[in-house]
């Protein structure tokens, strides 16, 4: 039986957390010539979440766990565990945690993870990780047997789903798939009932082929958040009107039209001519807290404003990530949230 037929949901981001789970970095080609940064910036996120809400760490072999007791391992919250892996970007080999409302037991889904359409092997140990969380946590596991990674979906909780075309459709993940194919297995495995699909591409440099985390986010059941960039000769400037103007007629599943708030871009960022891509829409939230990135740019204050007007209830942090953005991710590619069950 799939997930749905037994009553699990995916919830949304903002529900209470039971955890939240991170890989330690430690591949220095996901940040070439400039992985020194890398660690201090993450342990600064890793311990911030960790004030709110319990926090586990992947950190496998006696190198990587070595490196992640140094820097984050004296927190009471944090836990690690020796679980391998080849890359830090958990949302995206990491499992989605389901939520039971019946009596089912708790609950996971291991998607099938291939780097980003095979960009950048070996990534075998990251594939394997929902497995060995599952049986670490005693965790039932779903296989639905397709290439998804977690950034590529944005859920609202309540069966409403934002995803890109790029991505999803892309045949470097699942060729042959049609659109319909693919949301019949996010119905099945997810509950969702309703998908939007934003045609408008991908940031410039970003390597996933288009993730929603880096263009549109739900902050509630109703609204969303999406990246605008207001310097018409931006090559980013078309593409994400073309999503906002497409988010604007975009309804939930009562036909009613969603609240799209407009998220500052920061001004270009490069790293050896390579623009980076930096995004505000890249903020995590965990127990009472929102984690924004900051870029040390003149937007970062507008984007933490914008979010606390939006977020009230919870306190909206703003932490420095151009360094951990050279790897062209930022918090949420870095985090996988744990509900409670």
Known sequence: MTPNELEYRWPAEWEPHRATWFAWPHRLATWPGHFDPVRPEMARFVLAVADFEPVNLLAG????????????????????????????WCRDYGPIFLRATGDSPPALIDWQYNAWGGKYPPFDQDNAAPERIARLLGYDRFRPGIVLEGGSIEGNGAGLLLTTERCLLNPNRNPGMTRQQIERVLHDYLDVRKTIWLSGGELAGDDTDGHIDQLARFVGPDTIVAAVENDPTDE??????????????ATDLQGRRLQVVP???????????????ASYCNFYLANGVCVVPQFDDPADEQAVAILR?????????????????????????????QPES
């Open 61 to 88: 072999g006696d190198r990587v766990m070595h490196s992640a007791r140094l820097w984050v391992g004296d927190h009471p919250r944090v836990k690690l565990w020796d679980i391998p892996t080849n890359d830090a």
């Open 236 to 249: 980013n400037y078309g593409p994400l009107q073309e999503n906002y103007v497409l988010l604007q007629t």
């Open 263 to 277: 998220l500052p871009m920061p001004r270009p960022k490069f790293q050896s001519g390579r623009r980076l891509p």
């Open 309 to 337: 007007s939006l977020l009230p209830d919870r306190q909206v942090l703003g932490l420095p990530a151009l360094d951990l953005v050279f790897g062209l991710g930022a918090f949420h590619c870095l985090s996988q949230q």
